[in-house]
């Protein structure tokens, strides 16, 4: 037993190589879980704690609820790949806010890996709604149920994202008025919502402006991210659906905003 163990403890990374991995895989994810961290490693959570609160320090990371976040705050992963993140999670907040929708609605649904979730979720009711998409996947998705009259915008297309955006796409929204946007987010802070990409910031926006009531949809990961773009302050969503209770000073900001938060347990 001891020379196992004696192997074992030959073989865990130094602190130096724990950085090396924790920035090595941020350059890929947007962000990192302590748990997944330690688990990884072979360590406990308060040693990757500690490593992220030095490389916070450092200014190499920033620090976010249960984990760290990438310095960048204008790149994330393209949609494909965040599509295959969380996946259990999202599905969770899908279907918890497709029960917000009610026959008739008209729908904005911005591009976002969590509201393709709420699309494919949407696909299974059989009621009569209006959806208004700058989303490719999620126009394909909707489009052709009995029921659903998908209005695809125009724009300048990104293949990254699979969607379209621009002036002609902030300009085809304002034509319309919408029940409910369903939008998502890079991240959530105390103060606002926030984006990594100004473009899609901007189709969220326009999406809220024009609807009447706005459901903010996204996993606990976006928890404290600070992004790059700003997209709106707390006040202007009326509902937000995630996959666990937020941390306590975010949930008070979300409750005086005031902000419905429906969590999908």
């Known amino acids: 037993m001891r ?13 130096n190589e724990r950085w090396e991995r924790i ?43 249960g984990g760290a976040a990438s310095r960048s705050l204008t790149a994330e992963p393209n949609l494909l790949q965040r599509r295959e993140r969380h996946v259990a999670e999202r599905q969770r907040i899908a279907q918890l806010a497709i029960s917000l929708v009610q026959a008739g609605d008209v729908i904005m649904i911005d591009s976002g890996s969590t509201t393709y979730q709420f699309a494919l979720a949407l696909s299974a009711r059989t009621i009569a709604l209006t959806v208004l998409t700058n989303c490719l996947p999620i126009a394909q998705n909707l489009g052709g149920i009995r029921g659903f009259k998908v209005i695809l915008c125009p724009g300048t297309y990104s293949k990254t994202e699979n969607a379209v955006y ?18 998502g987010a890079g991240g959530l802070t105390a103060n606002c919502v926030t984006d990594a990409d100004t473009e899609a910031a901007w189709v969220k926006r326009k999406m809220i402006e024009r609807s009447e009531h706005t459901i903010l949809v996204l996993d606990h990961s976006k928890f404290d991210l600070q992004m790059f773009d700003r997209v709106c302050p707390l006040s202007h969503i009326q509902d937000v659906v995630v996959d666990r209770d937020p941390p306590e000073e975010l949930r008070r ?13």
């Open 253 to 265: 900001a979300l409750r005086a905003a005031p902000v419905q938060i429906y969590v999908a347990n």
């Open 3 to 15: 020379g196992v163990m004696g192997k074992m403890m030959n073989t865990r990374l130094s602190k």
């Open 166 to 183: 621009g002036q002609e796409t902030i300009a085809f929204l304002d034509r319309f008025q919408a029940n409910k946007a369903v939008i």
């Open 23 to 65: 920035l090595s895989r941020l350059n890929n994810d947007v962000t990192v879980r302590i748990s997944a961290l330690a688990e990884q490693f072979g360590v406990t959570t308060e040693t990757i704690r500690r490593d992220i609160d030095e490389l916070t320090e450092q200014g190499l990371v920033s620090r976010t609820y």
